[in-house]
T-cell receptor
């Protein structure tokens, strides 16, 4: 257990569904991140939050909607996804934004059918 | 902008042999460099980092990495590979406002 917990571990959803991914960290970190990891592609940084404020959005389609109610919780709301959105979605946290390294959760394996 | 390169897609090594996973960086100034490992269907796990000090950094699971400024490299090494070391390995460095930039990853396959 890394201290960063992601739920659910696996998710299968249809293209018209709405679902949410949850990330929770118990490390006292102030920055949280969403990454997308697709097969044969580099890690893609999606969103960054620092002290609950979004500090980076890497041109992510609006069908992905992040929410950070406090420094310990991060959500990724999903709606009308496409099959190419199937991937492993990783959450990470850090103390400060990166110089101390990131702690990752185990990820949510998302399959869009 | 700083970046790291992992030139090999896959590294195959026999169990018990030395393992090396290569990483080079491009940066001006002093880099902050990291290695992470990812086992199947898991998140990335921190192995080690170089911030300053000794060029040889020791990390988890018997891994170490050597910072070489003249060659701008930070190769990951293990003297004797185990089958359980088979995983995806990522090099990363810090850039801009303290973001971590990851390399593409190297698949390591340790052959029994």
């Amino acid at each position: 257990e890394t201290g960063v917990t992601q739920t659910p571990r696996h998710l299968v959803m249809g293209m018209t569904n709405k679902k949410s991914l949850k990330c929770e960290q118990h490390l006292g970190h102030n920055a949280m991140y969403w990454y997308k990891q697709s097969a044969k592609k580099p890690l893609e940084l999606m969103f960054v939050y620092n002290f609950k404020e979004q500090t980076e959005n890497n041109s992510v389609p609006s069908r992905f909607s992040p929410e950070c109610p406090n420094s310990s919780h991060l959500f990724l709301h999903l709606h009308t996804l496409q099959p190419e959105d199937s991937a492993l979605y990783l959450c990470a946290s850090s103390q400060g934004e990166g110089g101390y390294g990131y702690t990752f959760g185990s990820g949510t394996r998302l399959t869009v059918v | 902008a700083q970046s790291v390169a992992q030139p090999e897609d896959q590294v195959n090594v026999a169990e018990g042999n030395p393992l090396t996973v290569k990483c080079t960086y491009s940066v001006s100034g002093n880099p902050y460099l990291f290695w992470y490992v990812q086992y199947p269907n898991r998140g990335l796990q921190f192995l080690l980092k170089y911030i300053t000090g000794d060029n040889l950094v020791k990390g988890s699971y018997g891994f170490e990495a050597e910072f070489n400024k003249s060659q701008t490299s930070f190769h990951l090494k293990k003297p004797s590979a185990l089958v359980s070391d088979s995983a995806l390995y990522f090099c990363a460095d810090v850039y801009g406002n303290n973001r971590l930039a990851f390399g593409k990853g190297n698949q390591v396959v340790v052959i029994p």
